[in-house]
């Protein structure tokens, strides 16, 4: 039986860290996947690295995962501008504290699927053993658009790649029309954590959880029946945001998934996550959703 902790994208909220931790607080949420703190995290020093990290602590806030942009390259393009990056990014890790990473593979153009597998392939394998030797474990993320869109590639990378692991966002499989049911049934054997989002299939439109076609109370009891121990739960509303006083057909837009505050959109998504997790039977124990 699996047990749940909440953890978020607060740069959603706020592109501030105070405002990010006002948010998580808001929520009660302790745990944070940090992105974009005044900027792309990748983008900083050390000193910055350490300055945010020295911040959470205060705030009792810890990092469950960076939210890496790593994979999100194109495959033509020179693999060492990236990798860089990449050494970026496990720094980064080492001093806020997380040892799992978010990423990706690689941006692949869709008539060249097949022609291109050996090479994500050849560059996920240098990306793991460094991140193995910083302590780090790589997470890989269903993204559009890349070598890992759907269940059959995300399965042949986690199968061809033991010690890949994997993030489950259902609205991503949602929006390029594939089954998150099989998605999850995909990835089981290897899921790290899950990413919070739904969406609606004929609308390509992202909604929050519960209100869409992520099928994502089902995905929750299957990782329950699959799973012992705990699994993050990483909430990224990507929910529409309007600002009334700047939008002419503020009115005329806006519908019950719109947000006029990033803030609220914030506040809602949580919400919807935890109304999904006491709907199978979830309840809250300092911090930790238990049945």
Request: proline content about 4%.
């Amino acid at each position: 039986m699996a047990n749940f902790i909440l953890s978020a994208f607060a740069d959603e909220a706020s592109g501030t860290l105070e405002g990010q931790i006002d948010a998580l607080k808001r929520n009660g949420i302790r745990w944070i996947e940090p992105r974009n703190v005044n900027g792309s995290l990748v983008e900083k020093t050390d000193a910055e690295f350490a300055t945010i990290g020295a911040v959470f602590k205060t705030a009792g806030i810890r990092v469950s995962s960076l939210g890496s942009p790593i994979g999100k390259y194109d495959i033509d393009k020179p693999f060492e501008d990236h990798l860089q990056t990449f050494r970026r990014a496990l720094r980064a890790c080492e001093i806020l504290g997380t040892r799992r990473m978010r990423m990706f593979s690689f941006f692949v153009p869709q008539d060249r699927l097949a022609e291109c597998r050996n090479e994500v392939l050849r560059r996920l394998r240098v990306l793991l053993d460094e991140a193995k030797a910083a302590g780090v474990t790589l997470c890989h993320e269903n993204e559009s658009r890349i070598y890992g869109q759907n269940p059959a590639e995300v399965r042949d990378l986690l199968t061809s790649l033991p010690d890949l692991r994997g993030v489950f966002d259902p609205a991503n499989y949602v929006m390029n029309d594939q089954d998150p049911i099989e998605g999850i049934e995909a990835m089981l054997p290897s899921l790290e954590y899950l990413h919070i989002k739904d969406a609606i299939m004929a609308k390509k439109s992202i909604v929050p959880c519960g209100h869409g076609d992520g099928q994502i109370a089902e995905v929750l009891r299957r990782v329950d029946t699959a799973r012992d121990g705990t699994v993050f739960l990483s909430v990224e509303p990507h929910l529409h945001i309007f600002d009334a006083y700047r939008q002419i057909d503020a009115h005329e837009l806006k519908n019950e998934y719109s947000f006029e505050t990033a803030d609220e959109a914030f506040d809602y998504a949580v919400t919807s996550l935890k109304e999904t997790l006491q709907k199978i039977g979830y309840h809250e124990e300092d911090g930790i959703w238990k049945k």
